[in-house]
């Protein structure tokens, strides 16, 4: 594996804890940690398209695409 698959991969491990975490705070009536572990979903998320977008840029030696978001989510990659 590459170091973005590595990445990736952790991301995805990530989403997987934090999906959990969330499930068991909503029974529980946790509403906080439930905010929490969401936003850690959404940011691993994040991070696995600007992993993408960024393997994608280097394979295709591409000039980036306006429509993919940049590291702050603004939509101007590169």
């Not at 529980?28 to 960024?54: H, K, N, S």
């Amino acid at each position: 594996m590459t170091d973005w698959q590595h990445q990736i991969r952790n991301q995805l491990n990530l989403v997987l804890y934090a999906s959990s975490w969330a499930r068991d705070s909503i029974q529980e009536g946790r509403t906080q940690d439930a905010q929490d572990a969401l936003l850690r979903i959404d940011d691993a998320v994040a991070e696995c398209v600007l992993l993408l977008a960024e393997w994608e840029r280097e394979s295709h030696n591409a000039a980036p695409d306006p429509q993919l978001p940049d590291q702050y989510g603004t939509g101007q990659a590169g």
